[in-house]
């Protein structure tokens, strides 16, 4: 296990996020978009789609897509370091799931395992070099 594998986990797992939060926003954005259809004068209710809808659709096609994407790169990875990571001893595991597979930030993982910042910085070197020298 290297920590370029680690670090790619990690990106992907942001992205993943990223990709989730821009599909929210997006989903909020349109709870406004109706259309209304005309024949001759008189409109119904429902219709072709305007052309807001049409961005609307086509922007979250889009996003869906790349969140598929996401999902199976962080996936891939993710299982990669869970396989190396299951060795490691229960704290040293966890921190180093919450890093690299959830994509937290250390203020995050500290208030998560309830450490201080150099414990976590501590915990996090003991595991580097047992995942860099196999010892797990």
């Not at 978009?33 to 049409?54: A, K, N, V």
């Not at 595991?93 to 201080?116: A, C, F, M, P």
């Amino acid at each position: 296990m290297t920590i370029e594998t680690l670090k790619q986990c990690r990106s992907a797992s942001l992205a993943r996020a990223n990709a989730k939060r821009r599909i929210a926003e997006l989903r909020e954005d349109a709870t406004g978009i109706s259309g209304i259809r005309y024949d001759g004068d008189m409109p119904h209710t429902r219709g072709e789609p305007l052309s807001r809808q049409q961005r609307y659709v086509e922007a979250l096609e889009q996003l869906s897509a790349e969140y598929e994407e996401t999902i199976a790169s962080w996936a891939e990875r993710a299982a990669e370091v869970e396989r190396a990571v299951r060795f490691l001893p229960p704290k040293l595991g966890e921190l180093v799931r919450l890093r690299y597979i959830d994509g937290l930030k250390w203020e995050q993982v500290n208030e998560r395992l309830y450490i201080s910042e150099a414990t976590s910085k501590r915990m996090h070197r003991k595991a580097m070099q047992c995942l860099k020298n196999d010892l797990v």
